[in-house]
């Protein structure tokens, strides 16, 4: 009887741990939303200029790297 409880103790451990790690991976792909420059999928920076952007393109632009954005958009 107590080597079922201790089956039971651990199968219900790992069900709640696969629950929340589910949850985690919903909410973490949630958060992802599209680069108004790129165009790709990230978490994206919130900038009064440019609106929502990816930290790559962010990054970019502080640099002065308008080229390299320029083809990171188009390709």
Known sequence: MVVGAAVLC???WFATASLLAVAAVVTGLCSFRECRICHR???LIRTDQY????PTCQ???LEGRQQ???ERRNG
Not at 51 to 54: A, L, Q, R, Y
């Open 10 to 12: 651990i199968c219900s």
């Open 41 to 43: 999928f990230a978490t």
């Open 51 to 54: 609106g929502s952007i990816c």
């Open 59 to 61: 990054r970019m632009i």
């Open 68 to 70: 390299e954005l320029l």
